[in-house]
């Protein structure tokens, strides 16, 4: 291939691969956005109980620092056995009414079942009754934050974590819920600014 040949190739692909460039670093995070919204639509929300993790820091920059309360049905929170075998993926499953779930371990199972309908992979903590599906902090608004840390160590609210089983048992923030309302809700019903 000569000289003429490439140029008269560049100049036919220069087009195209420059509008490619500018198309790509708009299109990739709108259609991953695109995905994570219809992952979350007419998904099935769980809202687990949340606390402080670390009563005298709750929170790091503008993230509320949390861990969860876990449901636990039938004394699950003191036999973790079913999680011995580190070969096999564990999970926390939950079931029954979505804003009072009961959640329970098993081996994680390769789709959800009636036994299992939202498995959440993890592992289970060093602490007695802690599973660890790997979330832990949660983003607010920086005027609010130490409101709301205020709010959850003190106990003058309920706080709850909406979640959904993802693909694989990956789970899927939704939102926080404060006294039962979705968070951007909450806080445009109280005066929470601080002075």
């Not at 087009?15 to 991953?32: D, E, G, N």
């Not at 929170?59 to 049905?73: E, K, M, S, T």
């Not at 580190?86 to 804003?99: E, I, M, Q, Y």
């Amino acid at each position: 291939m000569d000289s003429g040949t490439c140029e008269r190739l560049w100049t036919k692909w220069k087009h195209s691969i420059l509008i490619l460039a500018l198309i790509l670093p708009i299109f990739v995070p709108a259609a991953l956005a695109i995905k994570a919204h219809l992952d979350i639509r007419g998904a099935d929300i769980y809202r687990i109980p949340i606390t402080g993790y670390d009563p005298r820091d709750m929170l790091r920059g503008h993230y509320l620092v949390f861990r969860f309360d876990w449901p636990w049905a039938d004394n699950q929170s003191s036999d973790f056995s079913v999680c011995q075998d580190a070969t096999k993926p564990c999970c926390v499953c939950l079931s029954g009414d979505h804003a009072e779930p009961k959640a329970h371990l098993q081996m994680c199972p390769p789709r959800p079942t009636s036994a299992c309908p939202a498995p959440m992979r993890g592992y289970p903590s060093f602490e007695p009754g802690q599973f660890d599906i790997g979330i832990s902090q949660f983003y607010v608004p920086e005027d609010s934050a130490l409101y709301l840390e205020n709010l959850l160590r003190e106990g003058k609210a309920t706080f709850k974590l909406g979640l959904i089983s993802g693909a694989n048992g990956k789970p899927i923030i939704e939102t926080l819920y404060v006294n039962g309302q979705p968070l951007k809700d909450y806080l445009t019903t109280q005066d929470h600014t601080e002075e």
